[in-house]
């Protein structure tokens, strides 16, 4: 499968395999982080971002793609949507059907509250289907969540909002025994002990997998319970514009129905946004883990109502995304391929970074590696950087990929590429939102009092860069605690006369900013020269 050019490359890198069994590349100091991620990483490329000229983060960056998005009127601004005729009347709207959702879904109906999720695929077409690696806590002897929060804050660049950090790491247990006693099938040793290993920028083994499907897994025993439970879950169905009321709470959602384009009408005391991540807006160009629902409807829809934006000049570029073969381009390689021996190595069968660095700097290498250096392995998209993971079986022993990332295995070999005999070629991939809409330790936005967020469509959760397996942590514990506030908080709201007023405010405010339009504004890219290097 691998053209004449890719083999001779890969032969140096056999060359050079031996001697590099047992030898753990160095690491980077601080100071040649900070200079590598200001050189090379997307965050810091200017052309990359434009000025929010509208709203309450006004005058902050944004993604090019995104701020376009920011900066249009609704789809509904001059279509009349009847709102005294409701078709969905509860307590708790959740807007989402991953694992944020979900979790919220389970716990505010065990609270009692009259629930309902939508979603515009159907559940579990979510970010958190696509998790691999795993996901963290700190319940080993030699580990705690003091240690486990001292790696996030720092892996984030120290930017993380501290009552979010914290409540994430001393929750994390718990978390991990909510999914465990749900069913979720976690890799466990002979005498019953949950394995963990090592994740890039982690001082303990304390990421819990189900092999390399952790995400895959969760999801399943959360979709379960939803299901079991009987909530409604209204599928195929978009959330287009949240609805607010007289009292300036909101009050529920205009639904649009996928196939049949018709407008609906849910009102409900709690609204929770959890609606995952903007991969496929494809930021710079890079291609996207992300499956095809996540295009930051919730941060939209979220911002337009008046809730601030944390961070959302900031994007997780995932190290190892597939470069090769295109059928899988941007396709997620996990970082327990690296967590368990794989080096990332250059054209010439070089190991020019230490393979579990964060992952922004991991990026940020590869990407000067394939542009500065001139050392990538040229593919028809590009360049990418081999992943060694023969050296998995000559750490480990044979068996060990099959036994330990089966679905990485599985997706090489229907290109008929054996992980076990050769490497694989690997390129950063557009993987997750850093920033999104700002929240509370309790979930709850900070302007709106009976909105809340969870999952990905949050900012401030892990700072400006996010370690491996805090993702499926961060829905599971935000998720479940939206869900309860939610319950707790629609005893006491009283909603009043509803209404889109805030999205005429909105459009008045784009007209004065000289970026009126009746329509969503078309996206204008400027002429990108990176993502994937040519």
């Known amino acids: 499968m691998y053209t004449a050019e890719m083999l001779e490359s890969i032969k140096k890198v056999e060359a050079t395999r031996a001697q590099r069994i047992g030898v753990e590349p160095r690491r980077m100091t601080a100071e ?25 983060n006004k005058g902050e960056k944004a993604p090019y793609e995104l701020g376009t998005l920011l900066h249009s009127n609704s789809r509904i601004l001059n279509v009349p949507i009847d709102l005294d005729k409701v078709d969905y009347d509860v307590d708790v709207l959740i807007i989402g059907g ?27 077409d979510a970010n958190t289907m696509m998790a691999e690696g795993g996901i963290q806590a700190a319940d080993k002897e030699n580990d705690s969540p003091q240690q486990h929060y001292l790696d996030a804050f720092g892996g984030g660049h120290f930017a993380a909002r501290p009552e979010l950090l914290r409540r994430l790491v001393m929750e994390a247990p718990d978390a991990i025994q909510w999914l465990n006693d749900l069913g979720v099938m976690f890799d466990k040793d002979k005498d019953g002990r949950m394995i963990t290993t090592h994740g890039g920028g982690t001082s303990r ?19 379960d319970e939803v299901w079991n439970r009987q909530i409604p879950v209204v599928d195929f169905t978009a959330a287009v514009e949240l609805i607010k009321d007289d009292k300036g709470q909101v009050a529920g959602a205009v639904l649009q129905n996928m196939e049949t384009g018709e407008y609906k009408v849910a009102r409900a005391k709690t609204v929770i946004i959890a609606t995952g991540g903007a991969g496929r807006l494809h930021y710079q160009h890079f291609p996207t883990s992300n499956h095809y629902g996540a295009t930051a409807d919730g941060l939209v829809m979220g911002y337009r109502a008046g809730a601030p934006l944390l961070y959302q000049d900031t994007i997780q570029y995932h190290p190892t995304g597939a470069a090769y073969p295109a059928q899988i381009f941007g396709a997620l390689v996990t970082e327990k391929v690296r967590s368990v021996g794989a080096m990332l190595i250059n054209v010439d069968g070089e190991a020019f970074m230490h393979p579990l660095e964060t992952r922004d700097v991991s990026a940020a290498s590869i990407i000067r590696e394939c542009t500065a250096r001139g ?47 050769q490497p694989i070629l690997i390129y950063p991939t557009l993987h997750y939102q850093n920033g999104g809409l700002e929240i509370g330790g309790e979930g709850f936005t900070k302007v709106i009092p009976n909105l809340l967020v969870a999952g990905e469509a949050v900012g401030g959760i892990h700072g400006r860069n996010r370690l491996m397996g805090n993702s499926l942590l961060d829905i599971i514990v935000f998720g479940r605690n939206a869900g309860k506030a939610a319950a707790r908080k629609c005893k006491e709201v009283e909603l009043g006369t509803m209404n889109l007023d805030h999205l005429k405010s909105y459009a008045q405010e784009l007209e004065k900013a000289g970026l009126h339009t009746n329509e969503v504004s078309p996206m204008l890219l400027p002429n990108y020269t990176f993502g994937m290097p040519k």
């Open 32 to 56: 040649e982080k900070d200079a590598l991620l200001k050189e090379f990483h997307p965050d810091y490329r200017e052309d990359g971002f434009q000025e929010i000229k509208v709203g309450p």
């Open 98 to 124: 991953g694992g944020a959702g979900s979790s919220a879904a389970i716990e505010a109906h065990e609270a009692g509250a009259n629930v309902m999720m939508v979603t515009k695929l159907r559940i579990g």
């Open 205 to 223: 083994k304390r990421m819990h997998a189900c092999k390399d499907y952790s995400g895959a897994e969760i999801m399943r025993v959360l979709r």
């Open 375 to 421: 050392k990538g392995v040229p593919t028809p998209t590009g360049y990418g950087i081999w992943l060694d993971t023969p050296m998995i079986e000559m750490i480990h022993g044979e068996g060990t990929i099959e036994k330990r990332i089966p679905a990485m295995l599985r997706m090489f070999l229907n290109y008929g590429i054996d992980m076990r005999k």
